[in-house]
């Protein structure tokens, strides 16, 4: 048996197609024929993530010790309700509260360039908003309205 055939192997007559438009060759041509979709992308300049990281030096969740190097950045607007992808609409969170915070009862907005928090209900019975502090400790809420 020679070189050629040893890898050799049957192909359905379907399958022949499919090989042939999946060969280096013929990617780029298929590329131009079908181009992707353009769009915006979600993903920030990394310089943009560096001033974010400077900004909230952490994951902005009170109580939440978790260091910038380790915190993902969040689009306080969703990208894909149109959020721009901007250090205005991005804040630091770790890696659980990022993946919790549309459950978990937490809101974020920014205000004049900061972000600021509102807990749940149980967290914070007054539902104020707060500026997210720089590596902050647990911070509770004023005296609850019906304790005055």
Known sequence: ??????????????????????????????????????????????????????????????GCTIPARWCEVHHIQPHHQGGPTTITNGTLLCWFHHHTIDTNGWNIRMIHGRPHIRGPLLWDPTQTWRPARTHRANTPSPEPPWRT
């Open 1 to 62: 048996m020679d070189r050629r055939h040893r890898s050799a192997r049957v192909v359905a007559p379907g399958e022949r197609s499919h090989l042939r438009r999946r060969h280096p060759k013929n990617h780029r041509r298929h590329q131009r024929r079908h181009p992707l979709p353009r769009r915006q992308n979600a993903l920030l300049h990394p310089e943009a993530t560096r001033r974010i990281s400077a900004r909230d030096e952490g994951c902005i969740i009170p």
